[in-house]
């Protein structure tokens, strides 16, 4: 079974993931956090297979939550979703190690092409 941790501030982001992301993968335990702090508490709890996360939230932004999860498993795949104007964010996710990046709105092909990518798929 493939375990994804979805973060997201926005409970009808998380459902939006969720939805797309079971239409496609039948073998799928979806994971919720609604801030970094909690992702990175789950992550420890569950170690799944991939994470997708929002970069600007309370408590710990997305950034920072991706730091520490790769501090914790520098293998683990992380796919950013976020708003536009958040470039210089963007751009420092990918230095620090984050798979990919998705910038809302995204089409469901876009998500599901780098959720694929990010497990192994083609």
Do not use: W
């Not at 520098?74 to 979703?81: F, G, L, Y």
């Not at 809302?104 to 780098?114: C, D, G, H």
């Amino acid at each position: 079974m493939i375990k994804v941790l979805v973060v997201d501030d926005a409970r009808i982001m998380r459902n939006i993931l969720k939805k797309t992301i079971k239409e496609k993968f039948d073998d799928i335990h979806i994971i919720e956090a609604r801030d970094g702090q909690d992702a990175i508490d789950l992550f420890k709890k569950e170690q799944p297979h991939l994470v997708t996360m929002d970069i600007t939230m309370e408590r710990k932004n997305g950034l920072d939550a991706a730091k520490e999860i790769l501090k914790i498993d520098n293998n683990a795949k992380i796919i950013m979703v976020t708003s536009l104007g958040q470039e210089k964010m963007l751009s420092e996710c990918v230095q620090v190690g984050v798979r990919d990046y998705i910038v809302k709105p995204f089409s469901k092909e876009r998500i599901l092409s780098s959720i694929s990518t990010a497990l192994g798929e083609k």
